[in-house]
């Protein structure tokens, strides 16, 4: 019922920006919670940012002051702006919402389908 849809990946020197989205459609009753997360190859998957529907958010501590999360909730979407990029943020990178589809539903986890971010030296 709902579908996640990323976009923003790509290859960039260190100290670069880019700028990822990710926007669900489907039915969609409430969105608890938006979340990013990435994985490098031989990695745990590991949680980068996240926000809930109050509007408080964390950060992993390797990111913090360098990449900011940020939603559009007309447009249910949600954003990573990352900037002073590392080669160590080279990972696939996935959104991941908490849905409730409609009032009479649980929240489950929905993912989007992972982009690929590359920072080189």
């Known amino acids: 019922q709902v579908q996640l849809v990323e976009s923003g990946g790509g290859s960039v020197q260190a100290g670069g920006s880019l700028r990822l989205s990710c926007a669900a459609s489907?039915?969609?009753?409430?969105?608890?919670?938006m979340r990013w997360y990435r994985q490098a190859p031989g990695n745990e998957r590991e949680l980068v940012a996240g926000?809930?529907?109050?509007?408080?958010?964390n950060y992993a501590d390797s990111v913090e002051g360098r990449f900011t999360i940020s939603r559009d909730n007309a447009k249910n979407t949600v954003y990573l702006q990352m900037n002073s990029l590392k080669p160590e943020d080279t990972a696939v990178y996935y959104c991941?919402?908490?849905?409730?589809?409609?009032?009479?539903?649980?929240?489950?986890?929905?993912w989007g389908q992972g982009t690929q971010v590359t920072v080189s030296s």
């Open positions: 991941n919402f908490l849905v409730r589809s409609t009032s009479l539903l649980p929240l489950a986890d929905y």
């Open positions: 926000i809930i529907s109050g509007g408080r958010i």
């Open positions: 489907g039915r969609i009753f409430s969105i608890n919670a």
